[in-house]
């Protein structure tokens, strides 16, 4: 059931006529019911092993929260997180680490739909319950917090106390609320169908052989394939927003528009916020964060995103890929204090042509990375790096480029456009200020151009990790 695919259609609308029309009293209930049966329509092999996940890390945090004295909390959690990790490092990793130890044994083991996901929030929220955070009132309540089908699969990695008190307010319908959703999962939904995948077919064929296209091709190749996964990201991130919206409850924001970043910092501030917030609180803090000096605190950064990096999954290319963002984290943190001693430098970081080169140079930044993310092999990998880096000669002009490259340089401008109006997330404001009538017109304008640029449906990008 994809949230781009006409079965996810159905299954909402009913979904939501169901919320809104069933006594409050029912709705936990629906919803719950809705959500295991989202997930278990990919397949009933894994039902059990989120179900049991589940029911393991309700009773485990009991036994935290009820351990007599603090050397027993800590021992009690130390087992959760271990446990917990397990099913994730069995499925995800063995046959990394076998084919990295030189066996050829291979395990015939199929990654279960979301295992990074509610893992880490299963995480969170013993983690929290031990440091003092909310728990579930009820065994249902914290199935629900765990399988709430908009974010289960692939995010917004939601905690305790972000759904917990959204799923225990008293609601009732709020149209508004509920038209803001809609446009904001319809937005989505044309960052996938139309976005994401036309420039994935692209990135695809430059990557699939990177050695017979030409260095032009292969810049092309990597914009495309940057713009790939943002929108397939965060369009998945919208429509899971927007659903929940329309649903009554909100989760929370995943991008902000992260290539207008000035710093590479400020692009993990707005990349996949919610994994940056669960690896500097859940890893960064623990490995010792900044208390420790400042060669320390550089450590801790490149080993949390060394780590981020390998979550992703299990391939030499997404080590060294957090490795690179690891590294870069570092280093700009150590620009960045040093700059804060000079106060020619903190004004020259004000200025706009300073923001600007800065921005090109963290897009830059970023684009390598993603060649290590996107690449299989390093090989792949080098020959793509070596190719941007010796292409020369004259860009070729746009009305002698084949028609598919064409979409792909319409289709990168319109992400250019997206990110200087949607900073300032200019969209939901206009959307807000349209009377009923306008609202529905532009629904079914969006409709229609997902329908009119629809290739297949592939999976989102995500859903692999």
Known sequence: MLFNGFLFLYFFAAVFVLRWTLPRKHTAKLLLVASYAFYLSWGLKYGALIAGMTLFTYFAAGKIRSAPDAQKKKRALAITVVLLLVPLVFFKYTNFVLATAGSKTKLELALPLGISFFTFEMLSYVIDLYRGGPEAKSLPEFFLYIAYFPHLVAGPIVRADELLPELAKEQTFDSEKASNGMFVALFGLMKKIVIADNLGTFANVVFKEPEKQTGTFLWLGVLAYTGQIFCDFSGYTDIARGCSSMLGYDLPENFDYPYASGSIAEFWR?????????LRDYLYISLGGNRHGKWATYRNLFLTMLIGGLWHGARWTFVAWGAYHGALLAIHKLYDD?????????????SIPYRVVATAVTLLQVMVGWVFFRAETFEKARVVLEAMVKAKGPI????????????????????????IFGVPKLGLKLHEKLPAPARGLVWAAIAYVCF??????????????
Do not use: C
């Open 452 to 465: 009119f640029f629809a290739t297949s449906s592939p999976l989102f990008i995500y859903f692999n990790f």
């Open 338 to 350: 040093a700059a804060k001693k000079k106060p020619a430098m903190v004004a020259l970081r004000k």
């Open 396 to 419: 070729p002009k746009f009305q002698t480029l084949p028609d598919d490259v064409k979409t792909v340089v319409v289709l990168l401008g319109v992400l250019v456009v997206m990110h």
């Open 270 to 278: 707005r990349w996949h916020m919610t994994l940056s917030r669960w």
